[in-house]
């Protein structure tokens, strides 16, 4: 079995912790990645819907706040759906404008450049694979303004110490005059927000369970999918959604791709997920602790989901 060493020494790390934990960036393998799609399309899922429609309703607000820039830099590129609508919002205002589309996977980058080509046969798409700090000191070559897209909420899975210091470090490689582009989901009432990670249909339940999947199919482990339940709880104090995967038993599951026996007494959890919902005071500190000036701040219609355009200090 080639073993991947990242993965392994995270999941070695993880449920060797107490409490046992496993970071939420191993969910996006190939079949999490397409649960991760499918969770977009759920009906109790609002934040991809409320993102898109925000694009669509203030995508030429935020392109005019946003001005002429050199270059779109995405960090993390998906299926790139509602991209295209705020781009080409974007590309309205600056025209000449490339489009680079930055994440750790190839193939990620591959997929956005193939449907940008077809989407805007004129627009220059520049994939790059790397860290984003690393990337966006790459784009740093090209002259102009550059504009940062960091949405989608991604930077939810990250607590405000860590998002200070993620957006800190790309700060760093930006400069004056550049903007970031931050999507955050909101908090809002439980009631809304529980049932989009916990959905009737079980969709989430299966991208949760899908990590220990993942660890049965590239680290020979011995995980019993039944044996585990997803459980999605709203921490209201952390003003965060948490997943974890609780056991219903005690048992002994072995990872023999680590040479590991892992122990769970009933109940025990393992934490997969934080997904923080922001007020608009955390995000306002958030940015200036990281050395940005927020601007301007839309929404979708129904006051789900927010878009932040913040400038270099
Ligand atoms: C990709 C981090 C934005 O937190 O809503 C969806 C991931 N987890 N359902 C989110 C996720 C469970 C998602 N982000």
Known sequence: MAVD??????????????????PPHLFYDREGSQLFEAITELPEYYLTRAELQL??????AIAAAAGDVSAVVELGSGSAKKTQVLLEALLRVAPKAAFVAVDVSAAAVEMTRATLRARFPGLEVVPIQDEFHLALEKVQVRPGRKLVLFIGSSVGNFDA?????LLATWRASMRPGDALLLGTDLRKDPALLVPAYDDARGVTARFNKNLLARINRDLGGHFDLDAFRHVAVWNAEASRIEMHLESERAQVVAVDGLGLSVRFEPGERIHTENSYKYTPEMVEEILGRAGFQRERTWTDDRGLFAEHLARVK
């Open 5 to 22: 060493p990242d993965l392994s020494s995270a999941v070695r790390r993880g449920l060797t912790a107490r409490p046992k934990r496993l």
């Open 55 to 60: 694009f669509q309703a203030h995508g030429p």
């Open 161 to 165: 110490a860590e998002a200070v210091e």
